[in-house]
């Protein structure tokens, strides 16, 4: 059977009040029930969540979170555990982004934060990725390590639920240097499966969902898709647009 795509979109500290927030879910909202082959998700800040919850009964759109504290609860100021997320009939957490990365965020503290997840229920979506690409491809070897230690907590059993998103740091956001090309996507995904392979099982490995990050919108996503073989895409800028994200949403389901 096809996998189904997985196309999450990540609002990151976007947009600026409930109301627009509000408008943003709906219009992308009322144009999902046609996509059969596609799981859709939105990522909205902590704050809107709640709200958005509510207008999602019918659980059309997946809710996920930017981020998840690595602790149940207690002496934390300014985190959200697993628990309050899974209260709102949140799915997913964003682990490991390399936003979060580069405010100091360790592989450590990703590593215990997807454990926290899973734990919980949760699907974790494990943000890997270099922050250059050099011809020697060393980067290959940050990736391994990025992937081993973020995952060093759990078994096979549970990486049912974690997805990879692979994000390379050069690629994402206004000031990205380009967008990787499909062929080499598809070689690093292929890596990728060979690191998950050799500490997991092939198995396990071939029925991962690995994602793609990094300046995708509607021109581009079929490429990604198609010739670069990710299992969906992790959106940023574009997810802000809803007739962008539909379009990209559109092209998924049509792969
Ligand atoms: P971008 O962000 O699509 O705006 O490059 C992607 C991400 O950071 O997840």
């Known amino acids: 059977m096809k996998q189904k795509q997985l196309i999450i979109g990540n609002w990151k500290m976007n947009p600026r009040t409930v109301l627009e927030a509000q408008k943003l879910f709906d219009d992308i909202k009322k144009e999902v029930a046609v996509f059969q082959g596609t799981d859709v998700a939105v990522c909205p800040p902590f704050v809107f ?31 959200i555990s697993v628990g309050m997320l899974k209260t709102l009939s949140v799915k997913f957490a964003i682990i490991g982004h390399s936003e ?25 979506v494990l943000c890997v990725g270099e922050r250059e690409r050099d011809h020697e491809s060393a980067f290959l070897q940050i990736l391994k390590e990025q992937i081993i ?4 907590g759990i078994s096979e ?40 392979s ?9 029925a991962m969902k690995i994602l793609y990050g990094g300046s995708v919108d ?38």
């Not at 996920?64 to 100021?77: D, H, I, K, L, P």
């Not at 979060?100 to 699907?123: C, F, H, I, N, P």
């Open 149 to 152: 230690a973020s995952l060093s």
């Open 100 to 124: 979060r990365r580069a405010m100091g965020e360790t592989d450590e503290m990703v590593s215990k934060k997807v454990v926290a997840a899973v734990k919980a229920g949760l699907t974790a």
């Open 198 to 206: 050799d500490l997991y099982s092939q198995k396990t490995a071939h």
């Open 49 to 79: 969540l709640s709200g958005l919850s509510a207008l999602n009964s019918g659980k059309e759109i997946s809710l996920g979170a930017q981020n998840v504290s690595s602790e149940e609860e207690g002496a934390c100021t300014g985190e």
């Open 157 to 196: 059993r549970q990486l049912k639920n974690v997805v990879i998103a692979y994000e390379p740091v050069w690629a994402i956001g206004a000031k990205a240097k380009g967008v990787v090309e499909p062929e080499a996507l598809l070689e690093t995904i292929i890596f990728i499966r060979k690191v998950l």
């Open 218 to 255: 509607e021109k581009n996503a079929g490429s990604f898709l198609k010739e670069g073989g990710a299992n969906g895409l992790l959106v940023g800028r574009a997810s802000l647009n809803a007739k962008k994200f539909v379009e990209i949403l559109k092209i998924a389901d049509n792969i």
